[in-house]
């Protein structure tokens, strides 16, 4: 008989940021660190992202989970709610630091993306990444990037409809490593013995 496959889950806490693009011109704000703002102020948009340390990590099934922090941008005056909008959540190769240069990293997948009409107060989001995930660790990547973007792509310096922002926090990346625990093959004949004998010896002990 086959022994249940034991997962070992792993979470990572993202390093989480935000990085604006006015005009064509990259805007980084420390304000934002922890916190990944996406939206539209007139001609600037902000874009949300988090990168997760793959050092020690093996390959098995993820998923990245964040919650929604607020909903409206830091400058509520020209990002107010509702902001109706469908925002597309890609991966690119990071470095573990927050740059102004990720806020067009190149692509290398496309995880999901969402509607902001569903959203509310702290509700929590949650994406299968695996085939990005492991790819990104069988090209050696010792980062993965994660960001949240408007769909559609809003020009540099354009004029938008889309007048507002939501802001997410606590992004984490899970990992079920299902390869964790399995018992070797001789481990389970000595176990299968030992069960024998152990019924065994019980049944002699009743007669």
């Known amino acids: 008989m086959a022994m249940p496959v034991a997962q070992a889950a792993t979470i990572v806490n993202g390093l ?3 990085v604006a693009n006015s005009w064509g011109q990259g805007v980084g704000s420390n304000s934002l660190l922890g916190k990944a703002e996406v939206g539209h102020y007139s001609f600037t948009e902000a874009r949300g992202l988090a990168e997760y340390n793959l ?3 093996t390959p ?3 998923s990245i989970t964040f ?3 607020k909903l409206s941008g830091l400058m509520t005056s020209t990002t107010f709610f509702p902001f109706i909008s469908n925002i597309k959540i890609v991966a690119y190769s ?3 630091q927050a740059d102004i ?3 067009q990293a190149p692509i290398i997948g496309t995880v999901d993306e969402f509607n902001t009409v569903s959203l509310f107060l702290g509700k ?3 994406f299968d990444i695996s085939s990005i995930y492991n790819t990104a660790l069988a090209n050696n990547l010792s980062s993965l990037g994660i960001r949240l973007q408007l769909e559609p792509i809003q020009p ?3 004029i938008s409809f889309i007048k507002g922002a939501v802001i997410f926090d606590d992004f984490r990346l899970t990992v079920d490593n299902q390869t964790a625990g399995v018992p070797e093959p001789m481990m389970v004949g000595a176990l299968l013995l030992f069960s024998f004998v152990v019924t065994r010896w019980n049944q002699h002990r009743v007669n």
């Open 60 to 62: 098995g099934s993820a």
């Open 67 to 69: 919650n929604v922090f």
């Open 156 to 158: 540099p310096g354009s």
């Open 94 to 96: 990071g470095n573990n």
């Open 16 to 18: 989480t940021f935000s």
């Open 124 to 126: 929590t989001l949650t």
């Open 55 to 57: 050092a020690g990590l």
């Open 101 to 103: 240069a990720d806020f």
